[in-house]
């Protein structure tokens, strides 16, 4: 097993996106089943089933990663783009809470995922899934209250949505996150597109919150572009 442990370290470096790595650890597991039965090693062996189409053992392999540890991200991560790729949406969206809670994943990267397997989806999809993906959304602003990016993702799925007046109060939460940026009231702008006067407003009442002066030339600059 130590020779193993050693090669296997090598192989991580040497060849980082090769099935080398997978091939090994599926080596070390049969050897030595007692010692590497591990959710890191049942979910390299699940990547590497996934590649030769055994999807039923892929997936038998990260069920039993996940209950031996279930916030094993790595193995969670994996779970999710399966699904994605199926378009099997009800058992992405079953798996996606952990991941949004997960203390170990950036806000961004959260945004990253949520924001992809929403692209991922039809119109038709979105309408059925639109209490999830809700849900989602509360979730992400829950986990992460002090960040603007929670916010600006929920206000982008009320847009979708076509809620103008949700989207609106998503951004005026992102201004008392960050007073001194122009970006917020920017989005919140662009919500109306169609309705000048509102724009206009909006562009007014920003100038009476902001002090910084590039953010205020932003401003300005909008609203020359409106007028």
Same mark, same amino acid.
């Given at each position: 097993p130590n020779y193993y442990e050693m090669l296997f370290s090598v192989a991580e470096v040497v060849y980082k996106k090769s099935t080398v790595v997978d091939s090994l650890a599926l080596e070390m597991m049969q050897k030595f089943p007692n010692?590497?039965?591990?959710?890191?090693f049942l979910t390299v062996l699940a990547k590497s089933e996934f590649k030769s189409h055994k999807d039923s053992l892929a997936l038998d392999?990260?069920?039993?990663?996940?209950?031996?540890?279930?916030?094993?991200?790595?193995?969670?991560?994996?779970?999710?783009?399966?699904?994605?790729?199926?378009?099997?949406? +009800?058992?992405?969206?079953?798996?996606?809470?952990? /991941? =949004?809670?997960?203390?170990?994943?950036?806000?961004? +990267?959260?945004?990253? /995922? /949520?924001t992809g397997l929403v692209n991922s989806m039809g119109p038709s999809q979105l309408r059925i899934f639109l209490k999830r993906i809700d849900e989602v959304c509360a979730l992400f602003i829950e986990v992460h209250p002090r960040d603007m990016q929670s916010y600006i993702l929920a206000a982008s799925w009320a847009e979708v949505k076509g809620d103008k007046a949700e989207a609106e109060k998503?951004?005026?939460?992102? =201004?008392?996150?960050?007073?001194?940026?122009?970006?917020p009231w920017l989005m919140m702008e662009a919500l109306y597109s169609e309705d000048a006067p509102k724009r206009e407003k909006i562009l007014l009442e920003a100038l009476d919150h902001l002090s910084d002066k590039k953010e205020i030339a932003n401003v300005y600059s909008s609203l020359a572009t409106l007028y």
């Open positions: 010692k590497y039965n591990n959710p890191y392999h990260l069920n039993t990663a996940l209950e031996k540890d279930p916030g094993f991200l790595m193995a969670s991560g994996l779970l999710l783009d399966y699904y994605m790729d199926k378009s099997d949406f +009800t058992s992405a969206f079953n798996i996606l809470p952990s /991941i =949004v809670m997960h203390p170990d994943l950036d806000v961004d +990267t959260k945004a990253d /995922i /949520i998503f951004y005026r939460s992102v =201004v008392e996150l960050s007073p001194d940026s122009s970006l």
